[in-house]
């Protein structure tokens, strides 16, 4: 029997031992993927409950005799985020979630916990957790086609052949959408920060003495 450790075994070793029954290694499988999956499917679906089952239906699909992993054709990960991509598509379809046009010609680093102890700085934190809220706010507003590279690319780091391969087309549409979404998220990020120039600040009250 394979001993070896599950920390030390690479996702493929993990995926088929939990594909040929055995539970512990399904469970450590889950636990190393399961957040980068629903991250993905969130960011990609800007949807909490659709990314909470579709995690949760990749792992049965994966265990339920999914189509096996063939190394000649990528990284491990672009065969997990293509199987979350399908579902999620398939999700958003039935459930009719229509997606805005911005271009009709065309169509957090996250997840990763701080390791640092407390910070001295949280004037400068409050700003960066700032800045990520308004970069996944304008994440949101792009249309799928956009949207997809950018989790993809700048998110997940995939490469651009990876991320071609998760998605089906050539690496050249990658690269040119990669370039449009950074385009359309600096107009948004521009918007967002005239609007909030333009807010009505409110005054702290002075206290009477």
Known sequence: MWQMGF??????Q????????DEA???AFYRRWQGSIYRFSLRLSNSIPIAEDVTQ?????LMGGASGFDPSLGL?????YGIARNHILRRMTRERIFERIVDDA????????????PSSDPLGDLTRKEMI????RALATLPLRYREVVVLCELQELSYADAARVIGCPEGTIRSRLHRARMLLLEKL?????EDARAPRIEPARCLL
């Open 7 to 12: 920390d030390d075994a690479t996702d493929i």
């Open 14 to 21: 993990l995926f088929q031992l939990a594909s040929a029954g």
């Open 25 to 27: 290694a399904f469970l």
């Open 57 to 61: 239906e990749v792992f049965l699909a």
């Open 76 to 80: 491990f990960s672009s065969y997990m």
């Open 106 to 117: 065309e169509d957090e680093r996250q997840g990763r916990q701080n390791t640092r102890g």
């Open 133 to 136: 809220d308004s970069l996944h």
């Open 190 to 194: 521009r918007e967002m920060t005239k």
